[in-house]
């Protein structure tokens, strides 16, 4: 395709889907190596985010401005100011609420259960039915997720407004009654805090309660759709950079046995199947739009390995996440640098051939010798660019 001439800047916008902490870490990474190594692009002044579930919480970092570097520091090394450090403690605060209204709950609905084993003689399991509704919604607390934001992003220069953002941010959550995706940020939901919103889309179903917000009861924004892309295509953005950290992975037999793998992988196919149908449709219903997705490798066994909700070993799995895709944009580049090139944009391959490069120093993925290193580079080149020249 020849170079396209805008008469106007380009409009880019950022898509970022879910996947729990581990796909949060897997982002910022990936975000990293993006930032260093394309240029005639900034990742914080973009023409709009959209983020769902964990990849919420970054998109809305973005929107205000904060740098993946940024992120990345506070986020995986803890360091910065006090308020921008995130602390794992917050997501295990007890859902105390949910609890209580459960308890309160439970004396009327045992006497439904007692009426139903002697009076109309059910069976036991039958009988012991009414009592699933004292159960919680959600184990953990997502409150803090909502002050703590609402701190970070009261600071000078930053916003909890979605009409006070210099991009346009959208955030989506899953109204869980109505089984219909919201977009906070959008005329007639702007008036939520980011915050809360960002709260709304993370409310993983079990592990969280419902977010209530103006009546409404809402979950985590991917059980409607894995990436939500349409909002931006919808938007009238000329080039897509979509980010999803959930795919099936290419797993040995003994690896993909035992029920906690069988259920991971079965989630991941359906969130990647969903993802895949709608990257066709995308392609099909907005052809004027470029795309681009990137995403780990099926066959990545580090990440197979890695707990979804695990956070201790985020430095490494970032500095994976930044290296692997400093490798994927040097094997792509063939096909990727014309895309990206009609709107403005440059893959520094200088800085990608710098074999030294490191996101986080010392982290243990990157205890290799030099040389070591060099030859997984030169492999991860080869493999890329054979995947590239397959029809």
């Known amino acids: 395709m020849p170079p396209r001439l805008h008469s106007r800047p380009p409009r880019i916008a950022l898509a970022l889907a879910g996947g729990g902490p581990l796909g949060a870490i897997w982002e910022i990474g990936a975000l990293c190596a993006l930032e260093e190594a394309l240029g005639g692009i900034e990742l914080t002044r973009l023409d709009h985010y959209v983020g769902v579930s964990a990849g919420g919480f970054i998109a809305a970092g973005l929107a205000n401005g904060i740098a993946p570097r940024a992120l990345c520091a506070a986020f995986i090394e803890n360091r910065g100011a006090a308020d921008d450090v995130f602390d794992p403690r917050w997501l295990t605060k007890p859902a105390w609420g949910a609890f209580l209204r459960g308890a309160a709950r439970l004396p009327l609905l045992a006497a439904a259960s007692a009426w139903r084993a002697g009076v109309r003689r059910e069976a036991l ?217 009609r709107h403005g944009i440059v893959v520094r391959s200088g800085v990608l051939r710098d074999d030294g490069r490191l996101l986080i120093p010392g982290t243990p993925s990157t205890r290799l010798g030099p040389a070591l290193d060099r030859l997984r580079s030169v492999l991860d080149d080869l493999d890329s660019t054979l995947q590239c020249a397959r029809p």
């Open 125 to 341: 399991l039958h009988a012991l039915e009414p009592l699933t509704a004292a159960l919680p919604e959600g184990v953990f607390s997502s409150e803090p997720i909502h002050d703590r934001l609402a701190r970070v992003f009261s600071r000078e220069g930053r916003s909890n407004d979605f009409r006070r953002l210099a991009s346009r941010l959208t955030l989506v959550a899953t109204d869980v009654e109505r089984g219909e995706a919201v977009a906070f940020g959008s005329p007639g939901w702007d008036h939520v805090p980011v915050s809360r919103a960002v709260q709304a889309t993370c409310a993983l179903p079990g592990l969280f309660p419902p977010v209530e917000i103006d009546g409404r009861r809402f979950v985590d924004g991917a059980l409607t759709k894995t990436l939500h892309a349409s909002v931006a295509l919808e938007d009238g953005m000329d080039l897509v950079l979509c980010l999803n950290p959930l795919v099936p992975f290419a797993l040995p037999g003994a690896a993909a046995r035992g029920l906690p793998s069988l259920l991971g992988q079965t989630i991941r196919t359906m969130i990647h199947s969903r993802l895949a149908l709608g990257m066709r449709h995308y392609a099909r219903a907005y052809p004027g739009t470029d795309i681009v997705l990137l995403e780990p490798e099926a066959k990545d066994a580090v990440l197979q390995r890695a707990h979804p909700f695990g956070y201790a070993q985020r430095r490494a799995l970032a500095e994976h996440a930044y290296q692997r895709t400093r490798a994927w944009l040097r094997g792509n580049a063939p096909r990727v640098e014309p895309t990206l090139a």
